[in-house]
């Protein structure tokens, strides 16, 4: 029979392979020195913009990494700290996480991962200044408009011009 210290350390380690797997990426946070109440309200962001942060320890985390095949994030996990498993845009919780991190200057970004590719703090940082999905959407629409939308005003100026015309005919002319 196993002690529960040991089910609660395979339940987190489990956790974490879960998480990982079911993520698109994985972001290293420390937070050593930030308020209790200032995480709760991190966590409760992240989770609005579609991550999940999870704490847990050190040796737990990095074996659960190894075993995912993100062992050069090892590393990274050393004193308290924190994983945030993005689950929809990463580009979206990078903006909350500097933008949390602007408030809050002991938040350190240490890196992360983007499906294979590690990420060091300046690409998370970097990231967060990246405009959204749907600008981005919006943006290319119009970029794709534009053209049309400037055919459409030559057609009608020419048009209005072959009028103009006429009616200068019809004024020289006598009646």
């Not at 500097?98 to 002991?106: L, P, S, T, V």
């Not at 940082?125 to 119009?142: G, I, W, Y």
């Amino acid at each position: 029979m196993k002690k529960i210290g040991q089910l609660v350390k395979e339940a987190s380690e489990n956790r974490i392979k879960d998480s990982f797997k079911a993520s698109q990426g994985l972001i290293i946070v420390k937070y050593s020195g930030v308020s209790s109440p200032d995480m709760s309200n991190l966590r409760k962001l992240l989770k609005g913009a579609g991550a999940e942060f999870f704490v847990v320890k050190n040796s737990i985390a990095q074996r659960a990494m190894k075993e995912v095949g993100a062992q050069d994030l090892i590393p990274s996990v050393q004193s308290p700290c924190g994983m945030v498993f993005v689950k929809d845009e990463m580009v979206d919780i990078s903006k909350v996480l500097c933008a949390f991190r602007k408030e809050h200057e002991k938040l350190l970004l240490e890196g992360g991962m983007l499906q294979d590719k590690l990420l060091t703090f300046k690409d998370i940082e970097t990231m967060s200044t990246l405009p959204s999905k749907d600008a981005l959407r919006a943006k290319l629409v119009m970029t794709l408009n534009a053209p049309i939308l400037k055919l459409a005003v030559v057609l009608n100026q020419s048009l209005k011009k072959f009028v103009y015309c006429l009616d200068q005919i019809k004024n020289t002319k006598p009646k």
